[in-house]
């Protein structure tokens, strides 16, 4: 499997968007760190383009620098990916997340510890199962992102090893669990090309979220 070799850098991104409503076709959450907010503030973030796509409602509450695990101080000022995930009547939740856990927490070369309270090496237990548990427990569908490459990226370095790792341990889960699909956004952006990335290398630019969002927005559509 093959990740994002950098993480998300504290950008001050403020996650926004309308009051989750009941369903009509089913309301789509989108949650994570700065690859799922990149490009809101232009209205083409990746949440956006899947609205736009299958013509649903989604709500976008990803934020610059959001951890998984994020204690303390980050919690206190929104980084939260689990916080992100308030009640509604979701019919899916599209996730992302660990790379700033890898980066912040643990320095990205130390992260053993870290990355098995985030998920075990079989994948059912640590802080990942337990957001997507929490997902699927309000009756939605659970999509993980994990990261496409950045090879010209100077974000981090050293979090790939982890973020592989980490990533292997949610594609077994997903293969476990009938309401959990795994995409791996490295296969999207194949080849890399560099107009898919902002100016900074390492996010999105508007097409490389108008590429992702469309390709998440089919697999919703063929799942659902």
Known sequence: M?????????????????????????????????????????????????????????VNRAVGGARIRAGGGASLIGLSIPEQLTAGAWDWVVMNGAANDLGFNCGCTRCADEIEALISADGTRGDIPDLIARAEAQGAHVLWMGYYAAPNSTAFPGCRPGLVEIERRISRLAAARPGLIFVDAEDIFDPPDPTLFASDRTHPSVKGSAIIGTYLADVIARHS
């Open 2 to 58: 093959r990740v994002l070799a950098s993480v998300m850098l504290i950008l001050g991104l403020v996650a926004c968007g309308p009051a989750p409503t009941s369903r009509s076709g089913g309301d789509i959450l989108v949650i994570g760190d700065s690859v799922m907010a990149w490009n809101k503030g232009l209205g083409a973030d990746i949440g956006s383009v899947i609205g736009e796509r299958l013509t649903r409602s989604v």
